[in-house]
């Protein structure tokens, strides 16, 4: 007889989001608002820009969420969370945990300035970022976040993407705020944990959190979870924290790094790739790892 390998989730029981969601099967950024939800619990307001999420808590009067949701123009996300805060405080609920929900388009394209102004304002909000690598609810164009090598409907398979995917977290680091924080789906209790943190925590709080997209990546949507492991486990998406923009902690050592070839193999967007492009992706996982590495004091 085979044994079955089972895993028990340490996270609260509660459900803030429901079933009857319309994202697609497997959808990654699904699993991330669960799980945050999980952790600032129902005394949260959420401004959504435009993106996959605008659409996936539902039409009103219907909802997914049961937290109040400002759906904001798709370059604002972050200034809209600063508003709502402002007035919140202006109404004494001051109780309340105000957070920024933007895909990566959102955040590190158009989104950028109004997030760096929130950032510089250290307002007090959550920013969370949830990273499919690319523009998913129009059609999968190229953002910024798209990593080398990477097919999408604006890099098509002759002209694939060439240049790298921004650092977003340097860039927050930059800001200096209090605190900033990687998470993946794949990793729910860190994420959670994460969470909590940032909950009771004043200022700007940025999250980059990887999400999977079946639909984008051309993957199985069984796979996501799957995925996002491998991208943790293969330095590719390393789990860390920066306080103050300079102290650097690393949540997840790798002892046994894992090349990138089989996360790689999994994903339609990259079967293009030869074996030179596949090594310049592997080679830029290592120097990235390695500066973490050297920035967290861990070599
Ligand atoms: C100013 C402006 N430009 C373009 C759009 C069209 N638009 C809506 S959602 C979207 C893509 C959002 O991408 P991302 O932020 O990565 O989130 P995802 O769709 O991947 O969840 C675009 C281009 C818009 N709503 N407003
Ligand atoms: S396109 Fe991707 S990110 Fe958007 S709902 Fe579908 S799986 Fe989720």
């Known amino acids: 007889m085979t044994k079955t390998k089972t895993m028990k989730l340490t996270l609260p029981q509660d459900e803030l989001m429901s079933c009857g969601h319309l994202a697609c099967q497997g959808c990654g950024a699904t699993l991330a608002m669960r799980y945050m939800l999980k952790a ?10 435009a993106c996959c999420w605008a659409v996936i808590d539902g039409a009103y009067p219907h909802s997914s969420l049961d937290v109040p949701i400002y759906h904001c123009a798709f370059e604002t996300a972050a200034s809209t969370a600063s508003g ?10 001051t109780d309340v945990t ?11 394209d158009i989104g950028l300035q109004a997030l760096s102004g929130t950032a ?12 499919n690598e690319a523009y998913m609810n129009t059609g999968i164009q190229r953002s910024s976040a798209t990593p080398y090598g990477a097919w999408t409907t604006t890099t098509p398979v002759k002209h694939f993407k060439t240049r790298p995917k921004k650092d977003i977290v ?13 998470a993946s789906v794949s990793h729910p209790e860190d994420f959670y944990k994460k969470m909590i943190k940032a909950r009771d925590i ?7 959190v990887f ?31 920066i306080t103050d923009g300079e102290n650097w902690t690393l949540n997840l050592k790798l002892k046994d790094k894992k090349p990138i070839i089989d996360y790689i193999r999994l994903q339609g967007r990259f079967r293009h790739l030869g074996e030179t ?15 973490l590495l050297k920035n967290c004091g861990a070599t």
């Open 84 to 93: 709502v805060k402002a007035g919140l405080d202006m109404v004494g609920e």
């Open 120 to 131: 510089e304002r250290n307002d007090d909000v959550i920013y969370v970022c949830y990273d």
């Open 40 to 49: 600032l619990g129902q005394k949260t307001v959420l401004c959504i820009p």
């Open 277 to 291: 492009e596949l090594q310049a992706m592997q080679d830029e996982v290592d120097r990235k790892w390695n500066k």
């Open 211 to 241: 999400a999977p997209c079946p639909t984008g990546w051309k993957s199985r949507p069984e796979d996501s979870v799957k995925l996002a492991r491998m991208a943790v486990q293969n330095g590719l998406f390393p789990l860390y924290e």
């Open 170 to 182: 340097a860039i927050m680091a930059a800001h200096r705020i209090p605190y900033i924080a990687t």
């Open 98 to 108: 105000v957070v920024a929900w933007a895909g990566d388009g959102g955040t590190f």
């Open 202 to 208: 004043k200022g700007t709080r940025f999250f980059h």
